[in-house]
Nanobody, 123 residues
Framework: EVQLQASGGGLVHAGGSLRLSCATS????????IGWFRQAPGKERERVGF???????HYADSVKGQFTISRDNAKNTVYLEMNSLKPEDTAVYYCGAGFLYGSGFSPNNVYYWGQGTLVTVSS
């Protein structure tokens, strides 16, 4: 059974930090790209970033220099370190496992989704 579980969300003031975790099980962890996505109310799900063993780390322009993805293969877990948080970062954050199509990784490339964790940034 393939499972992904996102956790670590909560309420934080603008300028604060949070670390999200995506714990996975049920598949060969090293064989998948694990990405982070977010969905704000009334908006489409968008890619935050992902890590590929082949192509390295990739981030959306909106979070470059602000968020950092790391991967612990021993724990089958991917992390999203979120710094300098802004109210516009408020969203439900999801992790997903899938495969690259070319060099891209979008929600359409995700085969398995976690349940999401809510991040709320107050001003």
């Amino acid at each position: 059974e393939v499972q992904l579980q996102a956790s670590g969300g909560g309420l934080v003031h603008a300028g604060g930090s949070l670390r999200l975790s995506c714990a996975t099980s049920g598949f060969v962890f090293d064989g998948y790209v694990i990405g982070w996505f977010r969905q704000a109310p009334g908006k489409e799900r968008e890619r935050v970033g992902f890590q590929s063993s082949r192509t390295g780390l990739h981030y959306a322009d909106s979070v470059k220099g602000q968020f950092t993805i790391s991967r612990d293969n021993a724990k089958n877990t991917v992390y999203l370190e979120m710094n300098s948080l802004k109210p516009e970062d408020t969203a439900v954050y999801y992790c997903g496992a899938g495969f690259l199509y070319g060099s891209g990784f979008s929600p359409n490339n995700v085969y398995y989704w976690g349940q999401g964790t809510l991040v709320t940034v107050s001003s």
